[in-house]
C-alpha cells in the first residue's frame, strides 16, 4: 500500500469511529439503553444480558465477590459495536453503587456523551455532578429523554430543567405525544415523520409516516384530539427555540433532545442515527508541549484507567489506553513517556462486547488494555515517536473522606506501601497533614473506601480501620511560590499533601472555603489537578 493510500485509509478508519460514554442517574434507563444500542449493533443476540451483569454487580456484597466480579467488569467496560458502518466505542461508566473516580475518568477518554433523563425526574443529582466533568473538556452532549410510556413531567418543562440546571441550550429534535397511558409516539421535527408507538409491541419495528405538514388530515384521523395538541406544542418550539447548530453542539454549548423509550426500544434508533450523524470522531488531544491529531502517523496513546488483576497475589494490573494518534499494532514498541523507558506491547487486550481478545489493530478511539506491573499510571502517555505527555486526565477533588488506623503498628511500612500504590492506581486519594503523620483518604464515591480496606487486607496484609473526619471539600493550591509558602505557615492546621506531593487544602465547609478563597485571592483553589 502507498503511503497516500495509508493515510487515506488512516483518515477513513478515524472519520467512522465515535467512543462515547452514556451518563444518567441511576435507574434513568442508561442499562436498557446501552443493552438496546448492543443489540442494534449485533454485539449481543439476546435481550437481558447486560442487565445480568448490572444485577450481578449489585448483588455482590462483600470484597471476594467483588474480585469474581471483576473479569466482568473489565469486560464490560468498553463496548464495541457497529452502526450503518460507524464502528463506535461505548465505554461504561458505573452506576450508583461504583459511582468512583473511575466514573469521572472515562468522561476524560471519551469524545462525546449521551445523556438520559428519566421524564419523571427531569435533571437528578448524579448527572449534575457527571456534567460538571463534561464542561471541562466541553464535550458534546445528546440528550435522551426516557420512559415516555409513563407519565411525567410535560416535556417543555425538562427542557428548562436542561437548560437552567445544566446550562446548556436545548434542540429538541423529536417531540413526544402525549405521555403514559396517552403516549402515541413522536414526532421528529427535521424529517417530518410521524413515528408511532404501540404499548402492545413493546420491541418490534415501529411504524414510520412522512408526513407533508402539520395540517395534514392523516393527523387528526390517526391521533384524534391529540393531533391538535401535538400541532400547538410544535408551533411553540418551532417558535421559541433554537435549531440545531453542529457547531454550538460540537462545542459543548447545545443539546439536541430525544424523546422515548428504551424498554420499548422506542426513539432509540431515531437518536442513534443522528448520534453516529453528528458526533465528532476521535479529536485531538492537547500535551504538555504540542496538540497530537488522531491523523498523525506515529501512535500515541494515553492511560485513563488502571484495574487490578483479578488475582490478588500478583500485583499486575490493567491499563487502559485511548490511542490518541496513529495505528497500534500487537508487539509495536513504544515509549513509555514519563521514565523514557522502552516497553514491548505484546499482550494487549481489544475490549469487545462480550470477550476478551488479543488485539491485532487499533485505531484512534479505541481503548486497548496493557497488562503491566505497576509501569504504567493514571495519565501516563506511550509514544512510538517523540514522545510527549498527554494532559487532561485529571484527579478530581474528593468529597468523601475518611482517617486511617492502623491496628498493627508494625505494619506501617506495608500500609504505606498499600497507599501509595492504590493512590497510583487511581482507586483512592491519599493525604497527609503538613503537620502529622495521619493518613487521610479521600473518594469521590463511597464505595471506594469498602474496596480499599479489603484489598489492604487481602493484597498488603494489613489490617487497616477508618474512621469519619469533618472534612467536606478539597482544593489543590497553585501560585506565586512566595505566596504559597505564606499561605502554608498560616494555614498549616488546613493542609495536606497528597501522594504525589502536592499542596491541598481540606476544608470543614464550603462555606470556610469560600472565606478562604476570598482571604487568598492570588491563589488558585483548583478542583481538578493534572497528573503530569
Ligand atoms: P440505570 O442503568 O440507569 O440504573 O437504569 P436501568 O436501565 O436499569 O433502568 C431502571 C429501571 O427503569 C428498570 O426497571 C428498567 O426496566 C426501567 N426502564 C428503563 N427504561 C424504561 C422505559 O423506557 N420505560 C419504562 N417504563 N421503564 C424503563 P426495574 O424494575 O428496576 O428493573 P427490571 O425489573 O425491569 O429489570
Redesign the pocket.
Known amino acids: 500500500m502507498d503511503s497516500e493510500t495509508a493515510r487515506r485509509n488512516h483518515r477513513d478508519e478515524v472519520d467512522r469511529r465515535r467512543t462515547f460514554a452514556i451518563i ?10 446501552t443493552e438496546k444500542l448492543l443489540l442494534k449493533g449485533g454485539a449481543i443476540h439476546e435481550a437481558g444480558e447486560i ?1 445480568a451483569r ?1 444485577a450481578n454487580r449489585h448483588a455482590r456484597s462483600d470484597w471476594m465477590s467483588m474480585e469474581q466480579e471483576r473479569g466482568i467488569s473489565v469486560t464490560s467496560s468498553v463496548m464495541q459495536f457497529k452502526h450503518r458502518g460507524f464502528a463506535l466505542n461505548l465505554l461504561d461508566t458505573p ?2 453503587r461504583d459511582f468512583s473516580e473511575d466514573t469521572y475518568r472515562v468522561l476524560t477518554a471519551v469524545d462525546s456523551v449521551i445523556m ?1 433523563l428519566d421524564v419523571a425526574s427531569g435533571v437528578e443529582e448524579q448527572t449534575r455532578k457527571l456534567m460538571e466533568v463534561c464542561r471541562l473538556r466541553d464535550i458534546p452532549i445528546i440528550t435522551f429523554v ?5 407519565f411525567g413531567l410535560p416535556p417543555l418543562e425538562i427542557l428548562s430543567d436542561i437548560e437552567e440546571t445544566l446550562a446548556l441550550e436545548t434542540v429538541p429534535l423529536s417531540w413526544p405525544i402525549g405521555m403514559g397511558d396517552r403516549f402515541r409516539g413522536t414526532y421528529n421535527l427535521y424529517e417530518d415523520e410521524l413515528h408511532l408507538f404501540s404499548h402492545a409491541d413493546m420491541q418490534g419495528e415501529h411504524e414510520r409516516l412522512a408526513i407533508d405538514s402539520l395540517d395534514d388530515e392523516r393527523l387528526d384521523d390517526i391521533l384524534g384530539e391529540q393531533a391538535d395538541e401535538l400541532r400547538f406544542d410544535i408551533e411553540l418550539v418551532r417558535e421559541a427555540g433554537d435549531s440545531l447548530n453542529l457547531e454550538r453542539y460540537r462545542d459543548g454549548i447545545q443539546t439536541p433532545v430525544f424523546f ?5 426500544n422506542f426513539g432509540v434508533g431515531d437518536m442513534l442515527d443522528t448520534f453516529v450523524d453528528i458526533a465528532p470522531p476521535p479529536q485531538p488531544r492537547p500535551t504538555t508541549t504540542r496538540t497530537v491529531d488522531p491523523n498523525e502517523e506515529a501512535f500515541s496513546g494515553v492511560v485513563f484507567k488502571i484495574q487490578a488483576n483479578m488475582d490478588p497475589r500478583h500485583h499486575d494490573r490493567m491499563a487502559f489506553v485511548r490511542v490518541c494518534s496513529g495505528q497500534f499494532e500487537r508487539g509495536m514498541t513504544v515509549t513509555h513517556s514519563q521514565s523514557g523507558d522502552t516497553m514491548r506491547l505484546n499482550n494487549a487486550t481489544a475490549f469487545m462486547a462480550q470477550d476478551r481478545e488479543g488485539v491485532e489493530r487499533a485505531w484512534p478511539g479505541d481503548i486497548i488494555g496493557i497488562m503491566n506491573h505497576g509501569t504504567l499510571k493514571i495519565g501516563d502517555s506511550l509514544c512510538a515517536g517523540d514522545p510527549v505527555e498527554f494532559t487532561g486526565v485529571p484527579s478530581f477533588a474528593p468529597e468523601h473522606f475518611r482517617k486511617v488506623h492502623l491496628e498493627d503498628p508494625f505494619r506501617a511500612k506495608h500500609l504505606g506501601k498499600g497507599l501509595t500504590q492504590l493512590s497510583e492506581e487511581g482507586a483512592i486519594q491519599v493525604f497527609r497533614p503538613l503537620r502529622g503523620n495521619d493518613y487521610i483518604l479521600g473518594a469521590v464515591g463511597e464505595l471506594q473506601f469498602d474496596v480499599v480496606l479489603a484489598r489492604l487486607e487481602d493484597e498488603y496484609n494489613v489490617d487497616a480501620r477508618l474512621s469519619g473526619v469533618n472534612y467536606t471539600c478539597c482544593r489543590w493550591i497553585e501560585g506565586d511560590p512566595t505566596i504559597v509558602e505564606a499561605y502554608e505557615s498560616d494555614e498549616i492546621s488546613n493542609l495536606f499533601r497528597d501522594a504525589s506531593g502536592a499542596l491541598a487544602y481540606l476544608g470543614l465547609s464550603t462555606w470556610r472555603l469560600e472565606r478562604m478563597m476570598e482571604d487568598w485571592p492570588e491563589l488558585n483553589f483548583k478542583k481538578t489537578k493534572e497528573h503530569v
Open positions: 444518567s442517574h441511576p435507574d434513568a434507563g442508561k442499562t436498557t439503553l442487565k448490572k452506576g450508583h438520559v426516557n420512559k415516555l410510556d409513563r422515548g423509550s428504551a424498554l420499548s
